[in-house]
């Protein structure tokens, strides 16, 4: 369950219960989810993955494939290296929603965000066709890096890196105060299976995710807008402990 500054004022907590991350086996499921979630919830999804390996071998084709089949008529036919479409009758379209950018025939769509560990790659494909970059589980000094390796890609592909909204999925995990997060520690590690990790496994973890009481997650947050992140996505691993949300609304938001 990502949680989100959804306007990227720090003015609203959104939660988004159907952001999604699993991986489909057809490319065009895919490419369908995110409109039907919009339909189904007005919710916008925070990602919607490729199956392992995906990635190599469909490369920049997904996100032509799905401009064509929310933008194109009926009937659209696509002959690519590893994909082809044929006579496309793709329902549902794009919801038309104020501020969605639009293709070329006038279409809403919805916005498209590369996201993962910040390859040269995926930076690549970014600057070409994404209106959001995601960087996941990185701490705030290697999203400074990866943020000015983003603003070349968009330079050498002669885009104004101003017009890519960088942002950053993080862990969560918070506690009023020092014994209330002491419990969710050991509640996350009964979750996980892992009851014997212990202290260590939160610290290889602490310099990219949220983590502590309220002031030191904001002094996190704050690091990580102070690095470039526009926008974050915390990636609560608790979802059926609603006290750690309303304390995110009230403490983070």
């Known amino acids: 369950m990502p949680v989100t500054d959804a306007r990227g004022d720090g003015q609203r907590l959104r939660v988004d219960p159907h952001a999604d991350g699993r991986r489909f086996g057809n490319l065009a499921d895919g490419i369908r989810q995110p409109v039907t979630q919009v339909h189904a919830a007005r919710c916008r999804p925070i990602a919607s993955k490729q199956p392992a390996g995906a990635h190599a071998r469909h490369g920049t084709q997904v996100p032509l494939d ?78 400074r890096t990866k943020y000015g390796q983003l603003a070349a890609a968009c330079e050498e592909a002669g885009r104004d890196p101003s017009t890519i909204t960088r942002s950053t999925m993080s ?49 996190q947050i704050e690091r990580y807008a102070e690095a470039g992140a526009e926008r974050i996505m915390l990636q609560d691993f608790l979802p059926r402990d609603l006290d750690m949300i309303d304390l995110m609304a009230e403490a983070l938001f």
């Open 66 to 143: 799905a401009l064509g089949l929310w933008g194109e008529p009926d009937g659209w036919s696509f002959e690519g290296k590893h994909v082809r479409i044929r006579d496309a009758q793709f329902y549902p379209k794009p919801v038309a929603v104020p501020g969605r950018p639009t293709l070329p025939n006038g279409a809403s769509r919805p916005r498209i965000l590369v996201g993962g560990g910040g390859t040269p790659r995926s930076m690549r494909i970014a600057a070409r066709y994404a209106d959001e970059f995601n960087l996941s589980s990185s701490s705030p000094d290697v999203a």
């Open 171 to 219: 862990g969560v995990l918070i506690g009023r105060n020092r014994d209330e997060l002491r419990a969710r520690q050991e509640q996350l590690l009964r979750d996980f299976g892992n009851v014997d990790a212990g202290e260590d496994w939160f610290h290889e973890r602490r310099d990219r995710w949220v983590f502590g009481t309220p002031d030191e997650a904001r002094a």
